[in-house]
């Protein structure tokens, strides 16, 4: 958690970068009706304390890629050097240890008909893969729309619109590009500039283009937390084939609790990302409304215990 006094503006804040991650301040403050200088103070304060992180990401799809949610089980004392190791690859979005050590789940992207490989690690002792076959719900968007931090007209104002052509391919500037959003998405224009050799001007229309071909998105990166939510699990589902994208759009859209919502292929084909006050509202929100999902055959539940690499592909 920040030691920063966490408020309501910085809510409102946390949902405008959402909708538009590189707005600038004074635009955001303008909506928001507070001045430019205050929001970048609030800014800077989340994002010293490491709570907050606006990051730009690439639809796998986009870039000829799939995603995989790879699950890795090991002894729990080997948990923290599996997990290290992993969040140390390239093509790892995220790396989570889950089920009190005892499971270590990623997210890893693969180009074409290539399958995510695992090394042989020390101690591990089973891997399974899982590809996502259809996204619900990504992220933290969900969480803020479903919060209605903000207004629908605050909403409308602030919402990104493309206003360039789009751009379906990469060059070798523009991975350079993203490389650095990866880690920031905020990075300054000037900054773009010296690592591609653009002009600022070519920069600012490059990532028009990429916004609105869908190779390039910036979304939040932010500790539940700061919301309230203290319980963070992940939720394997096997639902009827006949129910399945039912079930995943009334989870996208109806269920607060729901931060990541995805079809998969495998033993189990719905996954979530589920994020509660405390354990006893989590036991209230399997019972009573997972419960009555239709379809819903079977649900694992695996407790999340610490986060080694978080969200760059998938904004989760």
Not at 98 to 103: A, M, W
Not at 203 to 216: C, K
Not at 244 to 252: E, F, K, S, V
Not at 295 to 308: C, K, L, Q
Request: hydrophobic share 40%.
């Amino acid at each position: 958690m920040t030691p920063h006094a966490f408020d309501d503006l910085d809510r409102r804040l946390l949902h405008a970068l959402q909708l538009d991650g590189r707005a600038s301040f004074s635009r955001i403050g303008e909506v928001l009706g507070v001045s430019g200088q205050t929001v970048a103070r609030h800014y800077a304060a989340l994002r010293s304390d490491g709570a907050v992180k606006v990051i730009g990401v690439s639809d796998p799809e986009a870039l000829g890629e799939a995603l995989w949610l790879t699950r890795v089980r090991c002894p729990p004392d080997a948990a923290d050097a599996v997990a290290t190791a992993i969040a140390g690859r390239e093509d790892a979005s995220w790396v989570r240890i889950t089920s009190g050590g005892t499971e270590i789940v990623c997210a890893i992207r693969a180009s074409g008909d290539k399958t995510p490989l695992v090394p042989k690690l020390p101690r591990v002792l089973d891997v399974t893969a899982q590809c996502v076959l259809h996204e619900f719900l990504g992220g933290g968007e969900g969480l803020l729309r479903k919060a209605r931090v903000l207004t629908r007209s605050e909403v409308d104002e602030l919402t990104w619109s493309a206003d360039a052509p789009p751009r379906r391919e990469m060059s070798e500037q523009d991975h350079r590009m993203l490389e650095l959003l990866r880690g920031d998405g905020r990075t300054p224009v000037t900054e773009l500039a010296e690592a591609t050799g653009w002009s600022q001007t070519t920069v600012r229309r490059r990532l028009a283009e990429l916004r609105a071909g869908g190779l390039l998105r910036f979304t939040v990166d932010f500790d539940h937390r700061l919301f309230g939510f203290g319980v963070h699990v992940l939720l394997w589902l096997t639902v009827e084939p006949a129910d399945l994208d039912l079930a995943g759009r009334l989870l996208a859209e109806e269920h607060a609790e729901v931060a990541y919502v995805a079809a998969t292929s495998g033993p189990t084909n719905l996954v979530a990302g589920v994020v509660c006050p405390a354990v006893k509202d989590l036991y209230g929100y399997l019972t009573r409304r997972l419960a009555v999902l239709p379809g819903v055959r079977r649900i694992e539940t695996a407790p999340v215990g610490r986060t080694a690499k978080s969200a760059r592909a998938t904004g989760w």
